[in-house]
């Protein structure tokens, strides 16, 4: 069964997670789906896409059931969302419910975000004994500045919609009984506008946010590595799956 459904409907493409009842977890099926839905190229009629997701949470990030392995160096969950942030046109996540960690990161990767006022986003990792990639934690400095992530990352406590917006994080945010119509607003004004130059400033941009990809991190890479294959690592993960605290060694 797909656990993701494209919808085209003239310009507006909507692509929506449906592993609600996994809580919209990232599985290697679903990271596949999504990565095929954006790595194709737009038709002519197209102006942007939509990322939605169905159940009350938008992605709990990645399944940890599931744990991706790496391909040359890079995750599984990394393809999928330098898919999205390279996709020739505007991408809009519109996120009814909590965004956590690797859903977190996959609100962050559009181009536009409009949130209900009611969802948290946030990045537990270190809850967890893992540490996110470099490409994982560039978009993080590039969204929020390097004060906000480490509050992200060191304490792995959601952020309210609310703040996520006055911080600048996101683009909108709507009570929830606002949330759809200011949702639609978006969509329709990004629809209305010329296509030509809505591609030509989302090249402008991804390539403008490119400078951190040159630096050199593979001493980085490998601290990250050893994090996630640690023994604070397995017992982390379960414990979240077993819903107790974790008791961390520091192996």
Request: aromatic share 6%; glycine share 8%; hydrophobic share 45%.
């Amino acid at each position: 069964m797909a656990r993701v459904r494209i919808e085209e409907n003239g310009a507006v493409r909507t692509v929506t997670l449906t592993r609600s009842d996994k809580r919209n977890a990232l599985d290697n099926q679903m990271l596949d789906e999504l990565e095929a839905a954006f790595s194709m190229t737009p038709p002519d009629s197209e102006r942007l896409t939509v990322i939605r997701a169905e159940g009350p949470v938008f992605c709990s990030g990645m399944d940890l059931k599931a744990r991706q392995e790496t391909v040359g160096g890079i995750a599984p969950i990394e393809s999928m969302l330098y898919a999205i942030e390279t996709y020739p046109l505007p991408v809009v996540g519109v996120v009814q419910g909590d965004a956590i960690a690797g859903g977190n990161e996959l609100a962050l990767h559009c181009d536009i975000v409009v949130a209900v006022s009611t969802a948290r986003f946030g990045m537990s990792l270190a809850q967890i004994g893992l540490a996110p990639t470099w490409f994982l934690a560039k978009k993080l400095m590039e969204v929020a500045g390097p004060v906000k992530t480490r509050e992200f990352l060191f304490l792995g406590d959601p952020f309210p919609a609310t703040q996520m917006f006055d911080m600048g994080l996101i683009a909108r945010v709507a009570d929830p009984d606002d949330f759809e119509s200011e949702a639609q607003k978006v969509i329709d004004r990004l629809a209305a506008n010329a296509p030509l130059s809505l591609k030509a400033m989302k090249g402008l941009l991804v390539r403008q946010m490119c400078f951190r990809d040159g630096v050199y991190h593979k001493d980085v890479d490998k601290l990250v590595e050893i994090a996630s294959a640690s023994e604070d690592g397995r017992e982390g993960t379960a414990a979240r799956l077993e819903k107790r605290v974790p008791i961390f060694k520091g192996k």
